[in-house]
């Protein structure tokens, strides 16, 4: 009998594969007459139950291309990135280079970064709460050293800019109640997903806004994140910004 180990990973192996099972693996196996079929029931199991995890968590993938064809996609996927943890929650991660790869979806650029995007909802729910920053907090630290110190976005952000109208693309295919066309000509997009209390918000930001929170999850400081930002975006107001999202759940601590 193979070492436990190696049996492990042939039998892995095989169910990534869809060629027949290895002789090496089915010696291993009792021979009923069905050990072949038991095991296709068991590698079909495999295939479709982490797929529908991928249909889960990319719904407006799935919309986009069709149920039929993004089986095919979860299939190829699961076969090439098997999940890694016991739980399905976060399966998917390298969903979105994995359709940028695919040279049949070069005609549907758009869809890695709405893959970012519904990755990024599902991550932001399951993040770590955490407390609102709050007038408190902020009144103890005299102005002149806010500059200069860091200001700490909740553990939820993610940042995502995309060439595409991602944001209206995502927002128009929640559910099947319109059949809206959105140009691609539409422009770039600047995304934020967010989950400051029990719901995951997805705002559609400026490129300073983005450019000013990416650089402060990067551990920038208040002044040298918001520079980087006006470069980018030389209308980008702080001020408005901060008036609108200091104390709004954006932000949890400041350092």
């Known amino acids: 009998m193979k070492p436990l180990s190696e049996l492990q990973q042939i039998f892995c192996d095989a169910l990534r594969s869809p060629s027949p099972p290895p002789q090496s693996l089915l010696d291993e196996i009792e021979d009923d007459g069905l050990r072949i079929e038991r095991f296709n029931v068991y590698r079909n199991n495999f295939i479709v139950l ?3 995890a991928l249909a889960d968590m ?3 993938i799935k919309r986009l291309v069709g149920e039929e064809a993004f089986r095919m996609l979860a299939t190829a996927y699961v076969r090439e990135y098997p999940p890694m943890d016991r739980a399905l929650l976060l399966y998917g991660e390298r969903f979105a280079e994995f359709l940028a790869a695919m040279p049949e979806l070069s005609g549907l650029p758009y869809l890695s970064d709405i893959a970012r995007l519904e990755y990024a909802w599902t991550d932001a729910y399951h993040a770590e709460d955490a407390s609102r920053l709050d007038e408190t907090q902020l009144s103890r630290i005299p102005a002149e050293s806010l500059e200069n110190l860091q200001l ?10 995309s060439d595409y109208p991602v944001y209206r693309i995502w927002a128009v295919n929640q559910d099947d109640s319109t059949d809206e066309v959105i140009s691609l000509d539409e422009g770039p997009s600047q995304v934020i997903v967010i989950r400051p209390d029990r719901e995951v918000e997805i705002r559609e930001v400026s490129i300073g806004e983005l450019r000013f929170l990416d650089n402060l999850s990067s ?5 040298k994140a918001y ?10 107001d702080l001020n408005h910004f901060f008036s609108r999202h200091l104390f709004d759940g954006t932000f949890c601590s400041i350092n």
Do not use: K, Q
């Open 50 to 52: 982490n797929g529908d």
């Open 58 to 60: 990319y719904p407006v």
């Open 152 to 161: 700490r976005p909740h553990p939820s952000l993610h940042c995502i800019s």
């Open 219 to 223: 551990g920038e400081t208040i002044g």
């Open 227 to 236: 520079s980087l930002a006006a470069e980018a975006d030389p209308i980008f």
